[in-house]
T-cell receptor, first 118, second 113 residues
Framework: AQSVTQPDIHITVSEGASLELRCNYS??????LFWYVQSPGQGLQLLLK??????LVQGIKGFEAEFKRSQSSFNLRKPSVHWSDAAEYFC????????????????FGKGTHLIIQP | SAVISQKPSRDICQRGTSLTIQCQVD?????MFWYRQQPGQSLTLIAT?????????ESGFVIDKFPISRPNLTFSTLTVSNMSPEDSSIYLC??????????FGPGTRLTVT
């Protein structure tokens, strides 16, 4: 069964500093990979997605993520965080067309709570 | 991306009662999904709802407790039956995009007392 591990429950970063949130997955084939953000009282917003091709993907709000097959990782990065980035971040995996899956549900990690220090 | 609305946005219910949550999408979609997010936890898939067929439930979720309807391509409901305090969660519906990404509704925050 697929699984997603986000090893950091909480991360505190100073405003303007760089950010990296870790995500490791376990899956039988290369899955589709996603990062979502959930701000307090808000729904989930898709930040970016990886399907195939270039392993560095760009998303909204200045975020990017790098897929590393050898490490089964899909870490999220941002060069300079803003106070408005404080939120819960979820990494998720879903079955890809390459693994024979259709539009199935996603498997989420437990999330990383990002705190921004002034 | 699809625009998804949910009703109600929040509710406080007595144990033993049932609540039906509505999910409306602004475009026709084949697959809709229902998730639960317990307090301070991640999202867990409850079931997948395909129009015209019975919903497919994940392990640990049963139709008697979480009946789902999918009457057309833009609407679905999830009922939380015979509620207990353990059912206090945020319930979210989602739809699949063109490339298997999912877009989520704003969620329904349920508190069972």
């Amino acid at each position: 069964a697929q699984s997603v591990t986000q090893p950091d429950i909480h991360i505190t970063v100073s405003e303007g500093a760089s950010l990296e949130l870790r995500c490791n997955y376990s899956y039988g084939a290369t899955p589709y990979l996603f990062w979502y953000v959930q701000s307090p009282g808000q729904g989930l917003q898709l930040l970016l997605k990886y399907f195939s091709g270039d392993t560095l993907v760009q998303g909204i709000k200045g975020f990017e993520a790098e897929f590393k097959r050898s490490q089964s990782s899909f870490n999220l990065r941002k060069p300079s965080v803003h106070w408005s980035d404080a939120a819960e971040y979820f990494c998720a995996v879903g079955p890809s067309m390459y693994s024979g899956g259709g539009a199935d549900g996603l498997t989420f990690g437990k999330g990383t709570h990002l705190i921004i220090q002034p | 991306s699809a625009v998804i609305s949910q009703k109600p946005s929040r509710d406080i219910c007595q144990r033993g009662t049932s609540l039906t949550i509505q999910c409306q999408v602004d475009s026709q979609v084949t697959m809709m999904f229902w998730y639960r997010q317990q307090p301070g936890q991640s999202l867990t898939l409850i079931a997948t709802a395909n129009q015209g067929s019975e919903a497919t439930y994940e392990s640990g979720f049963v139709i008697d407790k979480f009946p789902i309807s999918r009457p057309n391509l833009t609407f679905s409901t999830l009922t939380v039956s015979n509620m207990s305090p353990e059912d206090s969660s945020i319930y979210l519906c989602s739809v699949a995009g063109d490339s298997y990404e999912q877009y989520f509704g704003p969620g329904t925050r349920l508190t069972v007392t």
